[in-house]
């Protein structure tokens, strides 16, 4: 964002309902503009009808020589629970895409986080599904074409591919309508803070799971109290495990159903060994983040009145610093290249270009490295969260990144060497 466009982002950040029909009138008057052209370092490939979602896994095999991927049965759209999101990958052989492979269906997913699909582990893949009614996964051998069904929806698996974090996705899908699924899963809708729902940690192996952290012990030892949210309903999502797997982080929510625009976010930790939360020290706001394997999170947070790209250097949450700013303004979704070097993208700009950035902690300088066309048919509207981020992510290697977007016309999903 220029200064001007900051100045307006700052004053109206706590009006997210003005915050975006501000946003969409501005970006109208550039509309009447010729599309700019596209910008890529290197050539972009696009596998048309298909995309991945979110950006805190990884869909390539731990070998590189495979990328999961979602295939769309229907046109834009909500989807519904009769519609199909077919499951599968692609072989990726020199760098380009190969042959692509069903390994399954879903008919629990959305746009923006598909059906929650990743490696679990060297050897399974895992995703969310629905069975009579009720929300399921199911863990896929890749190599012995065997399924198995886990009695519980999961949104993390651990890289071990034991055990994977799980939390209420109809409680989601009330607080934040397009994250969710449309499934009743002991929610309790009807209570804001419930000692009986929040984050599980369940077994991959015998199929159980546990509650290890309720919203009442949240809202009892968290900093959300500070605002006032009295008639807000109060969730869990964003979960991950750290690479060593000690650790699961979580950011934890509070929305007024009456006015979903508006919510208040904290990043928490819990540790696994010693069963404690830490709480980050941000003011109201936390989007998105992920983990290095030094046990270290990038996330876009508020410090103060500022939002930025923040890395927190320990998994306590309470020694940080931020990063490329403020070369990088706005919100963004990150993957880390190497330790010391991610990647992240931007939100459509007032031309609709959305465009990814190669981050160096060291230097603390963000490189370009593309600037694509998201359409306009493809802005989300009320209720109809359809929009397509970039969502970039990692190969293991790190010199390949996957992203998903619209600059063809259709959602695809993509992928550059970097």
């Given at each position: ?214 919203l009442q012990e949240l809202n009892?030892?968290?900093?959300l109290e500070q605002y006032t ?190």
């Amino acid at each position: 964002m220029n200064k001007i466009e900051k100045f307006v982002y700052d004053t109206l950040k706590h009006n997210p309902k003005i915050k975006i029909k501000v946003r969409n009138l501005y970006q109208s008057f550039y509309d009447a503009l010729p599309n700019k052209k596209d910008y890529s370092l290197n050539p972009i490939q696009a596998k048309e009808g298909y995309f991945f979602g979110f950006h805190d896994v990884s869909p390539f095999s731990y070998d590189d020589t495979k990328i999961l991927a979602n295939k769309l049965t229907i046109p834009l759209r909500m989807p519904n629970k009769k519609d199909i999101l077919e499951v599968g990958y692609f072989d990726i052989k020199n760098g380009k895409f190969g042959e692509y492979t069903k390994i399954g269906e879903s008919r629990a997913w959305n746009y923006h986080k598909g059906c929650r699909l990743q490696w679990a582990g060297e050897d399974h893949v895992i995703f969310n599904d629905a069975e009579g009614g009720k929300l399921v996964s199911r863990l896929y051998n890749i190599y012995k074409g065997i399924t198995k069904t886990i009695p519980f929806p999961i949104d993390t698996a651990s890289q071990c591919g034991k055990f994977a974090t799980s939390f209420s996705y109809g409680r989601l899908e009330m607080t934040m309508p397009g994250y969710g699924y449309d499934y009743e899963d002991e929610s309790f809708k009807d209570i804001k803070i419930t000692e009986a729902t929040g984050l599980f940690i369940g077994s991959l192996e015998d199929g159980t799971r546990e509650l290890v952290v309720n919203l009442q012990e949240l809202n009892d030892k968290g900093g959300l109290e500070q605002y006032t949210i009295e008639d807000a309903h109060q969730y869990v999502t964003h979960s991950l495990f750290s690479p060593d797997g000690r650790y699961v982080s979580f950011l934890y929510r509070a929305t007024i159903v009456e006015d979903i625009m508006k919510r208040w976010t904290q990043l928490v930790v819990y540790d696994r060994e010693t069963k404690k939360l830490h709480f980050s020290p941000t003011n109201e706001m936390v989007s998105h983040y992920v983990w290095n394997s030094k046990n270290q999170i990038i996330a876009y947070s508020r410090i103060g009145e500022k939002d930025s790209h923040v890395l927190f250097e320990e998994p306590t949450l309470q020694k940080h610093r931020r990063v490329a700013y403020p070369q990088l303004n706005s919100d963004g979704h990150q993957s880390f290249i190497s330790d010391n070097v991610f990647v992240t993208d931007t939100y459509p700009d007032k031309y609709r270009m959305a465009k990814l950035y190669k981050v160096d902690l060291d230097s603390n300088k963000a490189t370009l490295l593309a600037a694509v066309n998201s359409l306009k048919k493809f802005q989300s509207k009320s209720y109809r969260h359809w929009c397509c981020d970039l969502h970039p992510r990692m190969n293991r290697k790190g010199d390949m990144v996957c992203f998903d977007s619209v600059h063809t016309g259709e959602r695809a999903l993509c992928a550059m060497e970097i």
